[in-house]
């Protein structure tokens, strides 16, 4: 498709388990985004790649959080032992290039629910 | 008018009527400011954006307004429809490798 697709919609684990949620961004598009949607809240910054550049990891809340961006392309945010309050929609985003010059396209996010 | 809601602030207004969504940003080297909207159970959507050289930018039926002397943005709507009743995030750049959101807005509109 022509957007940022997101998988799975939705995914429900239990306390301790890894998930994996998988990003595939606008085609040609440089810079990806992970954010973190818990409810009723803003958005939380978790990760940014650009390019082959070494990514942005500041956002990211603990070491159980990981990232990665295979050949610039599909990128997969993994959380290993997952805590309840894990539980929020993870968001991808992806742009053109940085910001400032260009808007943020967003998928419709991936649900997590950690029982 | 506005009321604090379950977690978000909420603005509930009737159709055809004008709707005027606030947000104060936090860094004041910040230069490049959007709104976007998400409705329930989508990704946020881009409304309109606005660069700090300017203190007001206009699209279809959306106005933006900075004021960066009190640090303050916000997004007028004429006319609101019920398709406008969603989330509003106001994001701001700072100028590191991403945005900032605020907590945003729920607008709903009664037909």
């Known amino acids: 498709g022509a957007g940022v697709s997101q998988s799975p919609s939705n995914k429900v684990t239990e306390k301790g388990k890894d998930v994996e949620l998988r990003c595939d961004p606008i085609?040609?598009?440089?810079?990806l985004y992970w954010y973190r949607q818990s409810l009723g809240q803003g958005l939380e910054f978790l990760i940014y790649f650009q390019g082959n550049s070494a990514p942005d990891k500041s956002g990211l809340p603990s070491d159980r959080f990981s990232a990665e961006r295979t050949g610039g392309s599909v990128s997969t945010l993994t959380i290993q032992r997952t805590q309840q309050e894990d539980s929020a929609v993870y968001l991808c985003a992806s742009s053109l290039r940085r910001l400032n010059t260009g808007e943020l396209f967003f998928g419709e996010g991936s649900r997590l629910t950690v029982l | 008018g506005e009321s604090v809601g379950l977690h978000l602030p909420t603005l509930s207004v009737q159709e055809g009527d004008n709707s005027i969504i606030n947000c104060a940003y936090s860094?004041?080297?910040?230069?490049?400011f959007i709104w976007y909207k998400q409705e329930s159970g989508k990704g946020p959507q881009f409304i309109i954006d606005?660069?700090?050289?300017?203190d007001k930018r206009q699209g279809q039926r959306v106005t933006v307004l900075l004021n960066k002397t009190v640090k303050h943005l916000s997004l007028q709507i004429a006319a609101t429809q019920p398709g406008d009743s969603a989330v509003y995030f106001c994001a701001e750049d700072p100028g590191y490798s991403t945005l900032t959101f605020g907590k945003g807005t729920m607008l709903l509109v009664s037909p």
């Open positions: 860094n004041s080297a910040s230069d490049y």
């Open positions: 606005i660069r700090s050289n300017m």
């Open positions: 085609s040609g598009h440089t810079a």
